[in-house]
């Protein structure tokens, strides 16, 4: 007996000497190997600023609590001056209060078996967190984590965007664009943990910190913004349309100021809104334009030299092309207008004879260099490039309905911008978004201004605007977007509006696009209805949009009143026009030329 227990103490020195000598070093990583833990903290999502500094999003701490059940359990406090455990029930007992729950449920999930890791608890805020920590409950701990807040809630969601709120992921909008500025890098701390969930005191620690992503400034004016959105809100409710859409370009830089969509959404709450509300219209939705398009057949009439705004233009009540009879909105009898009158009245006919005067490949040209056809710079998730078939696909019957907005698609920045072109004496400016981004000191450094692009000449351009302020006049179709003291310079749209759900035509688009004081604009505003239940025409819909908007911002900025124009154009011709004359613009002339 004294020899076999000789030889099993033995063995046990054997491996001892092994353990602590020999393998010393290997034992002592095996063990710290299953003391360290790795814990990721998440990096804070950086800011979004509007263009005065405002936040539109935010992320502020907090903390998911979690816990280990086998932990738990070993739960002491004082008693008559001892410590004693009390376990469980108690653990669950003092928290619940903390979290505003209930401490049945606390108490299942401290006692869950087959597991070292239950989530507590997600979305607790460092106060919180800081009271239930002092209370010493072995195994209960947290993660930090961060909450996403968007201050100026559904007045920006469409635009702004929203992230998860789980794992702050993007789930749309600038939040997706901007990610890989605004989301930062984790960082991770390793240490020793013991068997109670807490990290041993001065033990192996390793901390690698987060590094927090970059305030980005955006182009956009949040209060011009919020008065856009709640105009166009009463406006879309008032007429019972499916939706709107109002954009704010401004005319010397092209940047977006506005970009308002209604039905929204609050980004504070995502899990609530319906898929269609997330999206921004104004990128994403296209829609054939309708008479807001003329201004581009116009503008490339006057560049070529086919008008002039005092051309005579003879109006026909039907106009017969590829077998079909075309027409004007309402039923009238042969008119004597100028190129300025087409424009005023929106006149279908007259904008054929002018445009089919220019061939169809140079008029596709103008359309591409107005940025009909191409996504903008802004490169907007989701966003839509609309649709411009080649000239030379173009089928017969829609050679002619391009002339006046129909048989292609545009988005409302896009048609904005062809606005903003005619504003800016014919200069296009791409539209931007994001005015600048943080640098490591947290300056924001702006971003380079894009180039702009020389559609037509400043003469074209400051014609067919004074052309432009004939549709606010006295026979032009926009009445409801003048304002009083200043020239307003516009075009009203009403287009049938394609149902790809249907696969067919169903309902309309009604718009105004304009900008005022039209000598010297500031701003371009464009507001578009879609498929309203009460009326069909831009200049009854749209236009009180436009007049409100555009009047608040010649309030701001205090704005002098317009000074009269030295050009003097008239709607209709001095005299009565012969289809013989040469310089008349009429279908017998059409048809002698060979068109």
């Known amino acids: 007996m004294f020899l076999a227990v000789l030889f099993v103490f033995s063995i046990f020195a054997a491996q001892l000497l092994r353990v602590q000598a020999f393998d010393a070093s290997a034992t002592q990583a095996a063990a710290l190997s299953k003391r360290l833990v790795t814990t990721v903290s998440p990096a804070l999502r950086a800011k979004i600023r509007d263009t005065n500094g405002q936040v539109l999003a935010d992320?502020?701490?907090?903390?998911?609590?979690?816990?280990?059940?086998?932990?738990?359990?070993?739960?002491?406090?004082?008693?008559?001056?001892?410590?004693?455990?009390?376990?469980?029930?108690r653990a669950a007992a003092d928290i619940a209060p903390l979290l505003g729950m209930e401490?049945?449920?606390l108490t299942a999930l401290f006692a869950r078996a087959g597991t070292r890791y239950v989530v507590v608890k997600r979305d607790v805020n460092p106060t919180v967190w800081r009271q239930i920590r002092a209370l010493g409950v072995p195994g209960v701990s947290a993660e930090r984590?961060?909450?996403?807040?968007?201050?100026?809630?559904?007045?920006?969601?469409?635009?702004?965007?929203?992230?998860?709120?789980?794992?702050?992921?993007?789930?749309?909008?600038?939040?997706?664009?901007?990610?890989?500025?605004?989301?930062?890098?984790?960082?991770?701390?390793?240490?020793?943990?013991?068997?109670?969930?807490?990290?041993?005191?001065?033990?192996?620690?390793?901390?690698?910190?987060?590094?927090?992503?970059?305030?980005?400034?955006?182009?956009i004016d949040a209060d011009i913004q919020w008065y856009a959105q709640n105009a166009l809100?009463?406006?879309?409710?008032?007429?019972?349309?499916?939706?709107?859409?109002?954009?704010?370009?401004?005319?010397?830089?092209?940047?977006?100021?506005?970009?308002?969509?209604?039905?929204?959404?609050?980004?504070?709450?995502?899990?609530?809104?319906?898929?269609?509300?997330?999206?921004?219209?104004?990128?994403?939705?296209?829609?054939?334009?309708?008479?807001?398009?003329?201004?581009?057949?116009?503008?490339?009439?006057?560049?070529?030299?086919?008008?002039?705004?005092?051309?005579?233009?003879?109006?026909?009540?039907?106009?017969?092309?590829v077998g079909m009879n075309f027409k004007d909105n309402e039923d009238h009898p042969t008119e004597n207008f100028t190129a300025t009158g087409v424009i005023a009245k929106s006149s279908n006919i007259g904008t054929m004879l002018i445009g089919e005067r220019i061939k169809p490949s140079v008029l596709e040209s103008y359309y591409r260099a107005f940025g009909i056809g191409a996504p903008t710079s802004v490169r907007f998730p989701g966003e839509s490039s609309g649709q411009l078939a080649k000239s030379s696909d173009w089928n017969a019957s829609q050679r002619y309905t391009v002339l006046f907005g129909q048989g292609y698609s545009v988005t409302a920045i896009q048609a904005a911008g062809v606005f903003q072109t005619i504003a800016n004496k014919g200069l296009r400016m791409p539209p931007t978004l994001v005015e600048g981004t943080a640098n490591d000191s947290g300056t924001i450094v702006p971003a380079p201004a894009p180039k702009g692009v020389q559609v037509v000449t400043t003469d074209t351009a400051t014609k067919l605007s004074r052309m432009l302020e004939e549709v606010t006049g006295k026979e032009g179709t926009a009445s409801?977007?003048?304002?009083?003291?200043?020239?307003?310079?516009?075009?009203?749209?009403?287009?049938?509006?394609?149902?790809?759900?249907?696969?067919?035509?169903?309902?309309f688009t009604a718009s105004f696009i304009g900008y005022a004081p039209a000598e010297k604009p500031k701003y371009v505003v464009a507001v578009f209805i879609q498929k309203p239940a009460a009326g069909m025409f831009g200049g009854a819909l749209a236009g009180p949009v436009f007049n409100q908007v555009m009047s608040f911002l010649i309030e701001r900025d205090n704005t002098p009143?317009?000074?009269?124009?030295?050009?003097?154009?008239?709607?209709?011709?001095?005299?009565?026009?012969?289809?013989?004359?040469?310089?008349?613009?009429?279908?017998?002339?059409?048809?002698?030329?060979g068109l």
């Open 103 to 105: 401490p049945a449920a």
């Open 233 to 321: 809100a009463k406006q879309v409710t008032a007429v019972g349309a499916e939706s709107g859409t109002a954009v704010v370009l401004e005319v010397a830089t092209g940047k977006v100021r506005a970009a308002a969509s209604y039905p929204s959404f609050d980004p504070n709450d995502p899990g609530a809104a319906q898929a269609a509300n997330m999206r921004n219209y104004a990128f994403n939705d296209a829609f054939e334009p309708g008479s807001t398009g003329k201004l581009m057949t116009m503008a490339a009439a006057l560049q070529e030299g086919v008008v002039t705004p005092d051309t005579g233009v003879i109006i026909p009540n039907r106009l017969p092309r």
């Open 561 to 593: 009143p317009s000074t009269p124009s030295p050009l003097q154009y008239h709607v209709r011709a001095s005299s009565p026009l012969s289809d013989r004359d040469p310089t008349v613009i009429s279908d017998a002339r059409a048809k002698r030329d």
């Open 480 to 507: 409801a977007a003048r304002i009083k003291g200043y020239r307003v310079a516009g075009k009203t749209g009403t287009a049938d509006r394609y149902d790809e759900k249907l696969g067919r035509y169903n309902g």
């Open 59 to 89: 992320s502020v701490e907090r903390f998911t609590v979690v816990a280990d059940p086998q932990a738990v359990p070993q739960y002491t406090v004082k008693v008559d001056g001892r410590r004693s455990r009390v376990g469980v029930s």
């Open 145 to 219: 984590t961060a909450a996403r807040v968007y201050p100026t809630s559904m007045a920006l969601g469409q635009l702004v965007g929203f992230v998860q709120p789980g794992d702050q992921t993007p789930g749309g909008g600038l939040e997706l664009m901007l990610d890989k500025t605004l989301a930062g890098k984790p960082g991770t701390m390793v240490a020793e943990q013991a068997r109670d969930g807490y990290i041993i005191p001065g033990s192996q620690r390793e901390d690698t910190p987060a590094l927090p992503g970059r305030d980005v400034q955006l182009t």
